[in-house]
């Protein structure tokens, strides 16, 4: 092979160099090609420390769904009226943003939570409170006309029924933690029952309170630091306390359903009669049946065929004697 004059040979100190740096001209485009990584900054705020975890104020929404049936039934059982209660919210904010989603005046009650050492709050507006003495009191659960304080008699009364919903709230902490819970003061006014600092953070609970044609609300607050003490408690509970929900459910039901009162009646079925004389029919007039009189009748509950039934005379009246004929039953609907 021959060499052209002027071409220059390169040595092989020269041939690595320049192998070495076209590979740091590849690696710097690459990197500048590569979007820069940001660090993730989360915001602290100092007045609103996060104690409690997500996941156990999952836990605690769960409890408080189970607290919110269980009142809605003994409420309405305690003041004879239909009434729902409904979770709106649940947060977890300082007691000075708490205490400015209360409406004045208001019944504002402090809660002891034995064994644990603090209260928190049970807070029930007037247009829910006073629908409720009303009706304890025999009327029909109107809110007043005019705003106005609630009277020392009052207060004895509507006692009953924080003893009713303290009840109910205990019962549905108690496969968490056994809780002995009294009221320990009330007032009309938040800022003269206050039990812990203003920055101090809370679980706030929000119920909608639904009695008749009045709404008005229920308002749960708990100091987070209490909460804190028993977290653990939440993962080895919870889990047990569903299958105790269904089972409790089912037994509340069971109680319920023989007190239900139904219509029972007994039927004459497969006759057929034309429009025409259905609209003619008057009084006296005689329908002729396809059935023989000593033919078991139909015994229909709620409307719902579900015994034969034999026509008896019962002293001055007459009545049926159920006979259980389910086939002949079946038959006789075809």
Not at 234 to 263: G, N
């Amino acid at each position: 092979m021959s060499r052209n004059k002027g071409e220059k040979i390169l040595t092989q100190e020269e041939i690595d160099a320049l192998f070495s740096a076209m590979q740091e001209s590849k690696s710097g485009a690459e990197q500048q090609a590569r979007p820069k990584t940001q660090k993730k900054v989360v915001k602290y705020d100092v007045r609103r420390p996060d104690r409690i975890a997500k996941e156990h104020i999952r836990s605690l929404h769960l409890i408080h769904d189970y607290f919110q049936r269980s009142l809605a039934a003994s409420l309405s059982a305690y003041l004879r009226a239909f009434v729902e209660l409904k979770m709106v919210s649940i947060e977890q904010i300082t007691y000075g943003e708490f205490l400015e989603y209360i409406a004045e005046p208001t019944c504002y009650n402090s809660v002891s939570m034995n064994p644990m050492e603090g209260n928190m709050v049970l807070e029930m507006s007037y247009p829910a409170v006073f629908p409720m003495i009303d009706l304890l009191l025999g009327g029909t659960g109107l809110p007043p006309r005019e705003e106005r304080p609630i009277t020392d008699i009052e207060w004895s009364i509507i006692e009953g029924v924080i003893k009713l919903v303290l009840s109910d709230l205990k019962e549905a902490w108690k496969p968490v933690v056994e809780l002995d819970m009294k009221v320990v003061g009330h007032e009309s006014k938040p800022q003269l029952l206050q039990f812990v600092s203003l920055s101090e953070p809370v679980v706030a609970i929000g119920f909608e309170l639904r009695i008749g044609s009045s709404t008005g609300s229920l308002n749960l607050g708990i100091p987070s630091i209490l909460l804190k003490l028993i977290r653990h408690r939440f993962e080895q509970q919870w889990a047990m306390r569903r299958k105790e929900d269904v089972t409790r459910d089912l037994e509340r039901v069971r109680a319920l359903v023989p007190y239900i009162p139904v219509d029972l009646s007994a039927e004459l079925r497969g006759n057929s009669i034309r429009v025409r004389d259905f609209l003619e029919l008057e009084a006296g007039d005689v329908i002729g049946l396809a059935q023989q009189h000593d033919k078991p009748v139909v015994l229909a509950v709620e409307g719902t065929p579900r015994f034969m039934g034999q026509v008896v005379r019962c002293q001055e009246r007459r009545g049926i004697v159920v006979i259980d004929l389910p086939t002949e039953l079946e038959m006789q609907l075809r």
